[in-house]
């Protein structure tokens, strides 16, 4: 049931996805080149490569899909965060990794409930920490402090995290929130984007952006 309201919701949004999805329609210049060159961007980097393999060798096909994690290291690229942070009831260890890949010595943090021993033993080689714990601790704990951040909230469990960690970051962070299309995920959707510290947000259909900057023209776009 959730699947067919997400076919019928994106297929109400079609024709305004469709004015945007090249950037046409978007009058502020920074969403405009964000859409264009970072969301939409086509260009086969790198580590694209090694990384999907790696999704294979661990399974998590259904984890991240090969477009979302590809998007996901397009972010981390652009952003260039000092920490990136995965919140998760369960740590998306293939999601870490891709946001990781974008810096040889990236700083990267996987916090969640529970962690199993083949995404731990992953992340280890991969250099990636990890902590398991209550979510809304570990967020506080690990989310503080000044330094630019990209902030990944992977379940519907980990998105109304977001009104405690919005309080304590810095206006240069950006925040992704995966599995939107769900029912509760859509609700804490609307939820987030409703904030009075949210400025721009793109509505991707499975995946939502978050860009707290107040010095960029605000906006809100489905894609």
């Not at 109400?12 to 859409?35: D, L, Y």
């Not at 790198?46 to 990384?51: I, N, P, R």
């Not at 280890?124 to 967020?139: N, S, V």
Request: some cysteine.
């Amino acid at each position: 049931m959730t699947d067919l309201k997400y076919i019928v919701s994106r297929m109400r949004k079609m024709p305004n996805n469709m004015r945007h999805r090249r950037g046409f329609g978007v009058q502020s210049p920074w969403s405009f080149n964000f859409v264009r060159n970072v969301l939409r961007q086509k260009y086969p980097y790198y580590a694209y490569g090694y990384l999907s393999e790696l999704r294979k060798i661990m399974n998590a096909k259904k984890v991240v899909t090969r477009k979302q994690g590809e998007l996901l290291f397009r972010l981390a690229n652009y952003h260039k965060p000092d920490a990136a942070i995965i919140v998760g009831k369960t740590c998306p260890a293939i999601a870490a990794c891709y946001i990781n890949a974008w810096k040889t010595d990236a700083t990267t943090l996987c916090l969640s409930q529970e962690i199993s021993e083949k995404d731990a033993a992953v992340l280890d080689k991969m250099g990636i920490w990890h902590e398991e714990g209550d979510m809304r601790e570990l967020c506080l704990k690990h989310c503080d402090g000044d330094g630019k951040k990209l902030i990944l909230m992977y379940d519907e469990e980990s998105q109304p995290l977001f009104k405690d960690v919005v309080g304590t970051v810095d206006d240069d962070t950006m925040l992704v929130f995966m599995n939107i299309h769900t029912d509760a995920g859509r609700k804490n959707w609307r939820e987030i984007i409703g904030d009075d510290c949210v400025n721009i947000s793109f509505d991707l259909g499975k995946t939502g952006i978050v860009v707290l900057d107040k010095t960029k023209t605000p906006g809100h776009y489905s894609l």
